[in-house]
């Protein structure tokens, strides 16, 4: 998939790696970006749309729903991230209704779209979905979570042409990770190298130096091949 003359809608658009993956996808030509964000976002480029979107708001996401054109690429990029220790279930809830049930609800939105297309569907994820950390675990569940629910889109999506992709991102120099002493990516650096996989058709993506050191036992290793084993029963 080349961006060029593309239309694509990111979610959590306003910063980190959603607003470095609005401004590559302008760079590469796109027609037009829908950033969601739940605050107002202006942009000098009038190739960016901005709506308003909470990824737990069902109304707010049928109205975003509703009012965009063609679509070529959804990024479920919205997420939270907060230290807990699974002492409350309401942590649970709160990661998941952000980080899984999101993405779910988006993507059932916009789908007529994407098979219209024979668009794409990007989860941004994260390394935690692989292996949690213990301070965010409710974190690392949900994207746990947000990674199984990827590869059964894919599987059952790959009839009507929609591709999905998992990008299993590690520390990024974001908001997110600001309290985090340890070496982190340029977002610019990550969003350039998740448009450059989903060009190349990738179906999970490693897009910075820690996830690489894991892509390619991930690529060849048993996990990824049960997946493709278990996936060849939605045909």
Known sequence: MSFEDKTMLVTGANR????????????????????GTRRPLEHPDARVTPVTLD????????????????????????????????????????????NLYGTYEMTKAVLPRLIAS?????NNV???ALAPLPITPAYS????????????QRALLASSGVRVH???TGPTDTEMTEALDIPKADPAD???????????????????????LLADGWHNGVNKAFERQNAAMAR
Request: proline share 2%.
């Open 166 to 168: 998992a990008v299993l």
């Open 126 to 128: 994260s390394l935690s």
């Open 118 to 122: 024979g668009g794409a569907v990007v």
């Open 141 to 152: 569940l949900s994207k746990a979570a947000a990674l199984s629910l990827t590869q059964a």
């Open 190 to 212: 990550v969003a350039r190298a998740i448009l450059d996989a989903v060009d190349k058709g990738e179906e999970d993506i490693f897009p910075d130096p820690m996830s690489q």
């Open 16 to 35: 980190g790696i959603g607003r470095a993956l609005v401004e590559e996808a302008l760079a590469r030509g796109a027609r037009r970006v829908y950033a």
């Open 55 to 98: 990824v737990t708001d069902l109304a707010q996401i049928r109205a975003v729903a509703d009012a965009i054109g063609e679509l070529d690429v959804l990024v479920n990029n919205a997420g939270i991230c907060n230290a807990d220790d699974l002492g409350e279930r309401s942590a649970l809830e709160e990661h998941l209704a952000v």
